[in-house]
């Protein structure tokens, strides 16, 4: 099972459209496929149709059980109306969660030792993090094989990037057992502006390991998805939103492929060799690099891993 936290110290950025996009294409190919809201905002839960009061369970029940259980975890799970979407949603009494946690041994680590005890009920885990540095984005960091970091190619952004990049130096200075490798996804791109074009150039110079090599482009028709509450390529999978999530996803599968390996599915690697077939009659898809990093002040006592 593999686990995509998407994190960003910057709102707006495109944190819930990224995790929504790919939800939407790992569905397409009829993927399990978990989402799991973790910001207090719940803007997530929001845009599949749900608010936190209407639905018994949410992440904040995870969080609050002592004793993690198989039953504890899939009891906060949810069936979307997107068949194969399942989704843990958040609850705005997550804001609390850094002071009851406070003490707690191993409490970087709830996250990742729940997943791992429904780690055969999904092909893929995106877990959408709140934009502050706290218990619930380093349990999303941890729990990760891979971090996507949505970065709006503008000035303001880019500030949010290199607050992330020194997260990662953090958690790998206080736990350098803790591997996470992070992926900059450059967001909202307007080759029109010369601010998109001189923001892009200086991820390419500074972050060129850890960079994809496409973009996500400005596209009118995440608002319109957003609205819906429809991932965009459950909506229109050839507007170029949709098209450049799925150049995303063929990349980041294939970058996983090299890093963990026993970690992707059959039928995930399954979308690989299908799209290679079709690549000889059409163009190839894109493939990219790794780099990793870690943290440990919340990440004491891992505790064993389970499987269920």
């Keep these: 099972m593999l686990v995509w936290a998407i994190a960003s110290q910057k709102g707006g950025v495109g944190k819930t459209t990224t995790v929504a996009s790919l939800a939407g294409w790992l569905q397409k190919e009829r993927l399990r496929v978990l989402v799991i809201d973790t910001d207090p905002h719940s803007s997530l839960t929001s845009y599949l149709g749900y608010e936190d009061e209407g639905l018994d ?7 609050s059980t002592r004793e993690l259980n198989r039953e504890t ?27 009851q946690l406070s003490g707690r041994v191993g409490v970087g680590r709830i996250l990742s030792r729940a997943l791992d005890l429904i780690s055969d009920h999904y092909d893929v885990v995106l877990i959408d993090c709140p934009p502050v540095l706290g218990a619930l984005m380093v349990n999303a960091l941890v729990a990760s094989t891979e971090i996507l970091v949505p970065t709006q190619t503008e000035f303001l952004a880019l500030k949010g990037l290199e607050g992330m990049v020194k997260t990662f130096r953090i958690m790998h200075n206080a736990d350098p057992e803790t591997e996470i490798n992070f992926y900059i996804v450059p ?15 200086y991820l390419k110079s500074h972050y060129h390991s850890n960079l994809w090599d496409g973009v996500v482009p400005i596209d009118t028709l995440f608002r319109e998805a957003s609205q819906r509450g429809l991932p965009i390529p459950l909506m229109d999978e050839k507007c170029r939103g949709a098209v450049a999530y799925r150049e995303l996803l063929l990349s980041l599968l294939n970058r996983e492929l090299e890093i963990c390996p026993d970690r992707v599915s059959p039928a995930t690697a399954a979308i690989l060799t299908v799209d290679d077939e079709s690549a000889d009659n059409q163009t190839g898809e894109q493939s990219v690099d790794p780099v990793a990093e870690s943290m440990g002040a919340m990440l004491g006592g891992a505790g064993p891993k389970e499987n269920v």
């Design 57 to 63: 369970h949410n992440l904040y029940d995870l969080y």
């Design 187 to 201: 967001t909202m791109f307007d080759k029109r502006t010369k601010a998109s074009i001189s923001s892009l150039e």
């Design 73 to 99: 975890v899939l009891n906060c799970i949810t069936h979307t109306r997107f068949p194969g979407i399942d989704l843990i949603a958040s609850s705005m009494t997550l804001a609390t969660i850094d002071r």
